[in-house]
């Protein structure tokens, strides 16, 4: 019995119980293959709590007494001038090489995080789809010029154009946006693009035209509904590594300006200290690894929710290897 | 009026001239240079009477969905026209054909990739109305509703997803989609190939009470000849991108006159255990040669029975035999006569 | 005694949404060089089936027992199955060009399943199995053996291709071989030349052939027996001869029915009305009596069992209406009509009817 089949066999089942159904959409066939993927699950909630730790951190400034941006020179750094423990005088984390205190600063560079690797992987996303769509579904010339422009985007060295814009410019939250998005949508315009070029050949796709539909309205209502599956994929993967490139960019000076928090320019900082101060390095850090990882696992829970087969293989293969020999 | 009268009345809907279609064969790389011609369909020229369904039968290689998709203008023909209700619409500019494409539909073959997954029916089925903004969003539903139980399908099932659908269903989901537009001609490429045997007998019956209601003309693709004689009132049997026979179904099915559609005809199989083996069995050697290097001649005769020197030299031109009705055309130098045994029939001998 | 005697196999496949009771006791055999036709549409359970005597469905819930030459295959550990497939049961599937691999030559292949299930009494050395693969191709009808035992799969067409897996399929003389769909991907003229060819082979070499097929066509040319499978069950089985010309079961009648017919010549074709059931949700009493013509009250309720009907003997339906009721006569018609008016009072009636109202789809 082909696959095919089968899902359609599952998929009446509901309807024999009785219950009248809109119509069960991918989406919500997802998100019930989701749910119960504990992994994917986890990381949604580690996501939605830095997500509501960002958003609260003024709030959370405010019950400590301890602002982002604030240096306590007594309280917070010990005689000889370094950043004192975790725990002590109010600091739960302790503080940086200036006494600020390191957990506020913590959250503070989340809003950062968040805030950039979600903002650009939308602006990379609206971006490479368009020109991926366009160049795939047109082909010929409008392929040749988009694809190369492409290619060459993706070539070339973020970090020189960075540091070019940062000197001229100077650095600000504007520059790196700009930067990230632009060397972002280009892996993603790649992928659209391979996508289009296969999904255009497909009968419903000459069905469309044998109706009279012109060639925007099936790449926008024939084809796109068909990409933002792995578009979504792609997109939740994409945002640990807007994050990584923040991080990147503000370590290494060319994007946001201490005194305002962004893991990447606390880690910076701390670079100095981890002999001495290793709180200073590793909550960061943490704070870092958590996010990204969080998004990826996410992202890699989508991708195999979104994919039966790929479930019933696995299924298949675990009871044969409990049943053995028969 | 009857179907063979109308057919013979020659109230001709759809008129095809001579047409042609070559696919470049291309070397890979940056500069692509044309090495040979796919040769698809290499002159062809049919005539469809209004209100009737012509078929046209082939194997793989004879290039049927080829012309199927020139005529409804998804491909540009090479060469040789079409003519739709008396004008031309050959390779028309999209926004010229855009009336056209209003009374000449398609169903395709696929049940499960003609329609696109990630759209609810009642969506799909109202492409047309949305794209040649025929009717107003808001009495849409009601119109596809209407459609959907037309072809046999619940109207509370306006908002799923292909998918939740069976084979036939979606097929049906197919069909109410080419209706939407109240077309005249409807190219039917091999709609029940994909289907369960049970299931093909209803699309059928669907197809032949729509032509009923509504007056449609078909263009019937498939390669089962018990399908094709059941619906055709005519019929036209390719080989690698021509015509080798054409005429009214039953002096072609029970008399056929050229070697290859006697061979396809013996090759078709019957549910009737003694029929099959009274048939007589014309086995033919080889398989079909590639589109890309015909053979020369009568593109038949290097498997032809009766194949002789002639055969391999001038190509036959389709024209009516000694004997036979007007409209029985057959290319071929030595068609077969009646009741002619060829070469390597015989009866089988069951063990 | 017979080749392969299958009795009572059940398959399920458990699946998130429910159990998927592919085959549901299905018994049969198979007599040494007879072939075997089994017809069924989707869902009936016939791929599953084979694939099951073979091994192929890891995964799933096997009952029942299935003795080939002495053996029953379901209890068997997977190395011994490697040992019986290829070599005393080969399969051969519907697209050759998926199950050949791509990528190593065609006589390299063939070479290579002759030396795979060697016992190591008898060896046989590379030349020697390239030597039987050059016979092979040319007992298959492949003109030029020795050319093209060293092509490519891609370099065959697709009638070739179907006659270099049925090489395969004899290389190591087989008692029997399993065909599943093995012509529906090809062409009409290439279908013929391949069910001559598999004919033939077998006469020449006594092997017994199953043929899965939906395609009664097929089945009326070569098959001896048949058996016809609906919702996982055997509906009916014969010889082909009563199943053609006198069916018992509703649903043989109504297969039969349903497709164009020369020598029936009619406007329209009497369906059968509805669609396959869910296999996960089957319905109570007969799978098919939501779209029988003959449904009574004890079909809605009670799964009938296969017995033996007609006239001749051997031939088995499962299906209430009396044995006697087979074939297209007037006598048969007429005994199957009185039966309804006398079985159908309760829930029976109600079924007539939604098939009555929409006799298209049900």
Not at chain 1, 73 to 86: D, F, L, R, Y
Not at chain 2, 275 to 303: E, K, M, N, V, Y
Not at chain 3, 215 to 221: K, N, P
Request: proline share 6%.
């Amino acid at each position: 019995m082909s696959i095919t089949e089968l899902n359609w066999q599952a998929q009446t089942v509901e309807d024999l119980a009785g219950r009248t159904i809109e119509g069960r959409s991918q989406w919500q066939l997802t998100w019930r293959r989701l749910r119960r993927d504990k992994v994917s699950m986890a990381s949604l909630a580690v996501i939605i709590a830095m997500i509501l730790l960002a958003i609260f951190a003024p709030a959370f400034a405010s019950l400590v007494h301890h602002p982002a941006n604030t240096a306590y020179p007594i309280a917070g750094e010990s005689a000889a001038g370094q950043p004192v423990a975790p725990g002590t005088n109010g600091f739960w984390l302790g503080t940086d090489d200036t006494g600020r205190d390191l957990m506020v600063r913590v959250f503070y560079g989340a809003r950062i995080s968040l805030f950039v690797g979600i903002v650009t992987t939308a602006i990379a996303t609206v971006a490479g789809v368009a020109i991926g769509l366009i160049a795939g579904y047109f082909g010929g010339i409008v392929d040749t010029i988009l694809a190369r422009f492409t290619d060459a985007v993706l070539a070339f060295p973020y970090v020189v154009l960075a540091l070019a814009l940062a000197v001229v410019f100077g650095p600000s939250l504007t520059i790196i946006i700009a930067v990230i998005s632009f060397f972002s949508w280009a892996g993603i315009a790649r992928i659209v693009r391979g996508q289009t070029l296969s999904l255009k050949e497909k009968e419903y796709i000459e069905a469309a035209r044998s109706i009279g539909a012109g060639p925007f309205r099936i790449m926008f209502v024939d084809i796109l509904p068909n990409l933002l599956a792995p578009v979504l994929v792609l997109a939740t993967l994409y945002i640990p590594s807007a994050v990584v490139f923040e991080s990147t960019l503000s370590f290494l000076g060319l994007g946001i300006q201490p005194p305002t928090a962004s893991w990447g320019n606390m880690l910076a900082a701390a670079q100095n200290f981890y002999q001495t101060a290793w709180w200073f390095v590793l909550f960061p850090a943490l704070a870092l690894l958590i996010t990204t990882l969080a998004f990826n696992l996410l992202g890699d829970g989508i991708r195999d929710a979104m994919d039966p087969t790929t479930e019933r293989l696995l299924a298949a293969r675990r009871k044969a290897r409990r049943g053995g020999a028969q | 009026m009857t179907e063979q009268a109308a057919a013979d009345s020659r109230d001709v809907l759809l008129r095809v001239d001579n047409l042609v279609k070559y696919f470049p064969v291309r070397t890979a790389g940056f500069i692509q240079r044309t090495v040979g011609h796919v040769q698809a369909v290499d002159g062809v020229s049919l005539t469809i009477a209004r209100g009737t369904t012509l078929g046209l039968v082939g194997e793989t290689g004879s290039g049927k969905s080829t012309l199927a998709r020139c005529i409804a203008g998804l491909i540009p023909a090479t060469s040789g026209k079409v003519f739709f209700d008396g004008k031309d619409i050959t390779n028309l500019p999209r926004r010229r054909m855009a009336p056209f494409r209003r009374d000449i539909q398609m169903i395709f073959q696929d049940p499960y990739g003609s329609l696109n997954p990630r759209r609810r029916v009642g969506a799909i089925i109202g492409d047309p109305f949305a794209v040649h903004k025929t009717v107003p969003a808001g009495e849409r539903k009601r119109k596809v509703q209407d459609l959907m139980e037309r072809v046999g399908l619940n109207p509370e099932h306006y908002n799923r997803f292909p998918a939740e659908f069976s084979g036939g269903q979606r097929q049906r989901i197919g069909v109410a989609r080419a209706l939407a537009l109240q077309p005249k001609l409807i190219i039917c490429d091999e709609p029940v190939s994909a289907l369960d045997v049970s299931i093909q007998a209803q699309v059928l019956n669907l197809l032949a009470d729509l032509q009923q209601d509504y007056g449609l003309t078909y263009l019937f693709i498939a390669h089962d000849l018990e399908v094709v004689r059941h619906v055709s009132v005519s019929v036209n049997v390719m080989y690698l991108g021509r015509i080798c026979e054409a005429g009214p179904k039953n002096p072609v099915y029970e008399t056929p006159r050229h070697p290859y559609t006697a061979a396809l005809l013996s090759a078709a199989a019957s549910a009737d255990p003694e029929a099959a083996a009274a048939r007589q069995r014309i086995i033919l050697t080889g398989d079909i040669p590639s589109p890309i290097d015909p053979p020369s001649g009568c593109r038949f005769h290097p498997r032809c029975p009766k194949a002789q020197e002639l055969c391999g030299i001038e190509e036959p031109p389709l024209e009516g035999k000694a004997g036979d009705a007007a409209t029985h055309l057959t290319a071929c130098h030595f068609p077969v006569a009646a009741g002619e045994k060829l070469a390597t029939a015989g009866r089988r001998e069951q063990a | 005694m017979a080749l392969l005697d299958v009795a009572d196999l059940t398959v399920s496949f458990p699946t998130p949404d429910g159990v998927v009771r592919a085959v549901r006791g299905v018994s049969f055999r198979v007599e040494p060089g007879q072939t075997l036709g089994i017809v069924g549409e989707s869902g009936s359970g016939k791929t599953v089936l084979t694939q099951t005597l073979i091994g192929l469905t890891p995964g799933a819930d096997i009952t029942g027992t299935a003795v080939f030459d002495g053996t029953d295959l379901l209890r068997l550990s997977e190395a011994q199955l490697r040992r019986v497939r290829g070599a005393r049961i080969s399969v051969i599937f519907q697209d050759p060009l998926t199950s050949l691999h791509p990528l190593y030559r065609v006589g390299w292949q063939i070479a290579e399943l002759i030396r795979a299930h060697q016992d190591g009494v008898a060896k046989v050395s590379k030349t020697e199995a390239q030597q039987r693969a050059v016979e092979l191709l040319g007992r298959v009808g492949i003109p030029r053996p020795e050319r093209r035992v060293d092509d490519y799969p891609h370099q065959f067409s697709g009638g070739m291709r179907q006659r270099a897996m049925i090489a395969m399929a004899l290389a190591l003389e087989p008692r029997l071989i399993i065909a599943d769909e093995p012509t529906t991907a090809l062409d009409a003229t290439v279908q013929a030349q391949i069910l001559d060819l598999l004919l033939r082979l077998q006469q020449e070499s006594d092997t017994a052939l199953i043929l899965i097929t939906h395609d009664l066509g097929v089945v009326a040319d070569i098959a001896d027996d048949v058996m016809v499978m609906y919702a996982g069950r055997v509906a009916e089985q014969g010889t082909k001869h009563q199943i053609f010309y006198e069916p018992h079961h509703p649903y043989t009648k109504g297969l039969l029915e349903s497709i164009p017919n020369s020598s029936v010549a009619s406007d329209r074709l009497r369906p059968i009305p509805g669609q396959p059931p869910s296999l996960i949700n089957l319905p109570a009493g007969c799978a098919f009596h939501p779209r029988c013509g003959y449904v009574l009250d004890r079909c809605v309720i009670e799964e009938p069992e296969p017995r033996h009907v007609g006239t001749e003997g051997g031939q088995i339906s499962a299906c209430w209406l009396p044995a006697a009721a087979a074939g297209v006569g007037e006598a048969a018609e007429e005994l199957r009509e009185q039966v309804v008016r006398e079985g159908r009072s309760g829930a029976a009636v109600e079924v007539a009817q939604a098939i009555a109202a929409n006799p298209e789809v049900v």
